[in-house]
């Protein structure tokens, strides 16, 4: 097991940049911190810093063990606020990271199986897929949604879960539709189009679509967040794909009507933890435990 403690002696020294300096905040003898540095070196089999005077110059090894360390002493610091806030607290709380190419419909259709827990505190986070990631590793989410499972990285320990997956379905305001005399999927090539950015894992299946209909989209948007897509959309600017979970929405809320259905192309949807077996009870309700 690491020596949590030798591992702050080892962190402070960087921060303080000297053994000798890191001594005097610890309050403790020049001799003792080094002592401990290099047990720390010991266990982990490598040095940590290289010969430099005074100061002190990280060899790679202890790059690397910064990095971590600072990860670490950093969660530590927020250890006793998150302690303090979850026994003042009278609901249940999770933290959801929601990748910025999910669609919002997405979101809330793969949260509803937690939405009935009595008490919930539910905080979201929109944000670029990786960003996420990152903070989910730093546990400071409780669980990532978005389309597309985690990149394989030794570095960073998340674990993907599908959740499901969704068929597109085409959609346009009334007036577009009524300009266009085709059936679907004909009549995509005699209206504007509306796409996801390929900031979307989904585009690329769009795409190959296209081809294999003989499609030649003419594209008048391309849009990385869905809610912003459909209100182009809703507005007349072009036809555009939603999944069939945003519906209800288009066609009830927004007055959009169907042109059609695709079965061929559809959204995979996942939840990303940073343990493979799930504690959190709410997480487990998402994952349908």
Known sequence: MLNYRHLYY??????????????????????????????????????????SGRSVELTAAGVAALRYAEQIFQLGEQLPLAVREAASS??????VGISDGLPKPVAR????????????????????????????ALHRLDVVLADRPAPVNPNLKVYSHALGEAALMWYASPALRAASDAAFPACLDQMPLLLPSRHAAVRARIDDWFDRKNLR??????????????????????????TEWSHDELTGQRGLQLLGRCDEVVEHFYAISAERRVQHPLVQKVLGQ
Not at 120 to 134: K, N, P, Q, R, V
Not at 222 to 239: H, K, N, R, V
């Open 10 to 51: 080892f962190w402070v020294a960087t921060k303080e940049g000297g053994i000798a300096r890191a001594a005097e905040r610890l309050d403790m003898a020049v001799q003792t911190v080094s002592t401990q540095i290099h047990t720390l070196e010991a266990a982990l089999g490598h040095a940590l810093f290289k010969p």
């Open 90 to 95: 009278q609901g249940v709380r999770l933290s």
């Open 109 to 136: 259709h793969l949260l509803l199986p937690a939405t009935d827990t009595e008490g919930l505190h539910l905080l979201c986070s929109e944000g670029e897929f990786d960003d996420l990631l990152a903070d989910l």
């Open 217 to 242: 989209p003419r594209v008048a948007g391309e849009f990385e967040d869905s809610a912003l897509l459909a209100t182009f959309g809703e507005s007349g600017l072009g036809a555009f794909p939603a």
